[in-house]
């Protein structure tokens, strides 16, 4: 299916627009696209000519409320998908879709609305990211320019990230994770029996906001292998 329904309706001066303001780059002219068939009036002159800052410019259309809160207008912002795209920027490989559904739970403990409210900040995380990893549930930046302007707090200071707040994050991650490991009651077992048993922890473990653990092994593996450096880099 088209990403936009209305694609083939576009004049010449429109689609001309689409492809000088995306210069070259295919997934502006995508979430272009998207945007128009969400707001089919919509001005592209107006448009951010960076990719991040037109994802951002989504992020207001979907999330309204968070913009309408005059006391604070980027509470959910600051709750959900700041974390999410701080790790995401800090990553050193693809990061599992589990370690940022439950990531900076809040400390009441996550209720059924907060977790509501988290899948849907996820959900659009996940437009940024590649999409044939995100169909295997491990997220990665689509492009480079995504990290370099949410960085840039010059160009960006309403939506600014800080790529040292996902080092820190993604190193708390770690460090539960590899507690987790060392602390398994299989850790010092071997043989048939252990992996029985290892099966039976995996499966009945849950992350600290009450998620289903169906890719701990994956945070795991994250852990091994990066942990060391986001230590260092926290």
Known sequence: ??????????????????????????LYAREVLR????????????????????????YEMTFPDDE??????????DSHTRPMLAMLMAARSAVPESALERVKPPSDG????????????LDFVKQMCDGSLARQRRLRFSHKSL?????????????????????????????????????SPVAAGGGAAAGAERRKHQTSARGPTGFA?????????YALKHGVAHLLLA
């Open 1 to 26: 299916a088209p990403v936009c329904r209305t694609w083939r309706l576009l004049g010449p001066a429109t689609a001309a627009t689409i492809c000088r303001k995306a210069a070259g780059i295919f």
């Open 35 to 58: 945007q128009l068939n969400l707001s089919p009036m919509l001005d592209l002159e107006t448009l951010p000519d960076q990719l991040a800052g037109l994802y951002m410019k989504r």
């Open 68 to 77: 309408a809160d005059s006391t604070n207008p980027l509470d959910q912002f």
């Open 110 to 121: 996550a209720t059924t609305q907060w977790k509501k409210r988290r899948r849907r900040h």
């Open 147 to 183: 990290s370099d302007w949410l960085g840039d707090e010059g160009k960006n200071e309403r939506y600014h990230v800080e790529e040292r707040e996902g080092h820190e994050l993604l190193a708390r991650m770690c460090i539960d994770a590899l507690r987790d490991i060392l602390g």
């Open 213 to 221: 653990a169906g890719s701990e092994e994956a945070i795991r593996a």
